[in-house]
């Protein structure tokens, strides 16, 4: 059975990052950046599930998808849902956990977090930042320009 966590999944190239946070820290916003830089780059990137993610294991993996109310829609700050590009589910790689600026580190610990007893690497990174969270992400992920 599935359970229900509060973020945002999108898939980059062949990697899911789970994008998780207080509400407003800017999850959505990052996860836009995100695609736009794979867009720049000629690499996939496509929403899985704004706000809400469905996740269940699969041989030791995590899968997370969207509750069939809101697939294909993200939410634009000032407007609403918004049809976007997106995949009915992706395995998540990566969580990240965006934290108030002071509690960010400035140069990240290699890190992991349980999610659903499944040990996946994170990164802590300051909320409402998502210029410099892509960097972060991009290095993590041999993305260009780090790969």
């Known amino acids: 059975m599935a359970a229900n966590h509060h973020g945002t999944l999108v898939l980059t190239g ?8 207080a509400p407003g820290m800017g999850k959505t ?7 736009r830089h794979c ?5 996939l990137g ?13 041989g030791g993996r995590l899968v997370g998808r969207a509750a069939p109310a809101i697939h294909g829609l993200a939410e634009a700050r000032g407007f609403g849902p918004a049809p976007v590009s997106y995949e009915m589910a992706a395995v998540i790689d990566l969580v990240i956990e965006l934290v108030p600026a ?16 499944v040990d996946l690497p994170t990164l802590r990174l300051a909320e409402c930042n998502a210029d410099s969270a892509i960097w972060a992400i991009a290095a993590q992920l041999s993305l260009p320009p780090f790969g």
């Not at 062949?14 to 946070?21: A, H, K, S």
């Not at 916003?29 to 695609?35: E, F, S, V």
């Not at 867009?39 to 690499?43: E, F, H, N, S």
Request: glycine residues 12%; contains cysteine; aromatic residues 8%.
């Open 102 to 117: 002071d509690q960010a580190p400035r140069y990240q610990e290699a890190g992991t977090v349980r999610l659903e007893g």
């Open 46 to 58: 496509r929403f899985v599930s704004d706000d809400q993610v469905f996740i269940s294991g699969a």
């Open 14 to 21: 062949d990697r899911g990052v789970f994008i998780t946070g």
């Open 39 to 43: 867009a720049a780059c000629g690499r």
């Open 29 to 35: 916003t990052l996860a836009l950046a995100l695609l």
